[in-house]
């Protein structure tokens, strides 16, 4: 691990953990986000892998979003849409994989870390898992990533999360299907994680891959859909609002996160 985080793989047989890390809790700048989506589609390819668990590193946050430091260096429409394409490329990568993607969520997901784990195909928690979209409080909106998790939700409970903009509990999430399962401390996620990865690792590959092409029915048109999500965002980042908004959260950022 460094200081510019990265992302690692570990292999146990048809099960591949792929975890990143960066040290500002977790959060998502665009290399990160390239390497994430290069690693996905990667493992996609590869006929000997079954199951990727995604999880991220260390006990805080699963995922703080955006990185706040790259968002502020945006000087320019280009470099805004660029930026906010690594998450469209890190989504669509997780939707084109054939095998399922299994999230492992530890802490707290804000913002892209969402989306993250509304693309998966199934998200386990612990019970300290709260999630915020916190975007329109910035002055941008939930807009990439908000196919993946409205997909998963449902139109009523994205709204509430892209309106509110405020925490919502592990079980809040479990109840509208965000999470598949919440449980109340690390081990006993991890043996709950552990055991679905074994066992669909032993299912038939190509069923898994049939299933999970049924089940992203109705996404085929998301290139486009992601990347004009992509320009609305871009655009809305160079906004004097939403730099100021940025700046003012950055500080306690690391703070309110742990709360």
Request: proline letters at 4%; a negative charge; one cysteine or more.
């Amino acid at each position: 691990m460094n200081n510019e985080g990265d992302v690692t793989i570990k292999r146990d047989g048809a099960v591949a953990r792929v975890r990143f890390f960066h040290p500002k809790k977790n959060a998502l700048p665009g290399s990160l986000l390239n390497a994430l989506a290069e690693t996905i589609a990667s493992l996609g390819k590869d006929e000997a892998v079954r199951v990727i668990v995604l999880e991220s590193g260390d006990r805080g946050p699963f995922c703080a979003g955006a990185s706040f430091d790259e968002l502020l260096a945006v000087d320019d429409f280009e470099s805004g849409k660029t930026f906010f394409m690594g998450f469209a490329r890190m989504i669509l990568a997780m939707k084109e994989a054939p095998c399922f993607i299994i999230a492992r969520v530890h802490g707290k997901a804000v913002g892209g870390g969402i989306g993250m784990v509304a693309a998966a195909d199934y998200a386990l928690a612990t019970d300290r898992a709260a999630i915020k979209l916190s975007e329109l409080a910035l002055g941008i909106g939930p807009f990439v990533v908000g196919p993946a998790v409205e997909r998963k939700v449902g139109p009523a409970a994205f709204s509430v999360m892209a309106i509110d903009a405020d925490w919502h509990s592990a079980k809040w999430a479990l109840d509208r299907g965000l999470y598949a399962e919440v449980h109340p401390d690390l081990q006993s996620l991890d043996r709950a994680v552990d055991a679905l990865a074994t066992r669909l690792a032993g299912f038939s590959p190509l069923a898994q891959s049939d299933l999970k092409r049924v089940l992203w029915e109705g996404t085929e048109h998301w290139d486009e859909l992601l990347e004009s999500r992509a320009e609305i965002s871009g655009r809305l980042v160079l906004s004097e609002y939403t730099r100021a908004a940025i700046d003012a959260f950055r500080a306690p950022r690391n703070q309110r996160d742990q709360e």
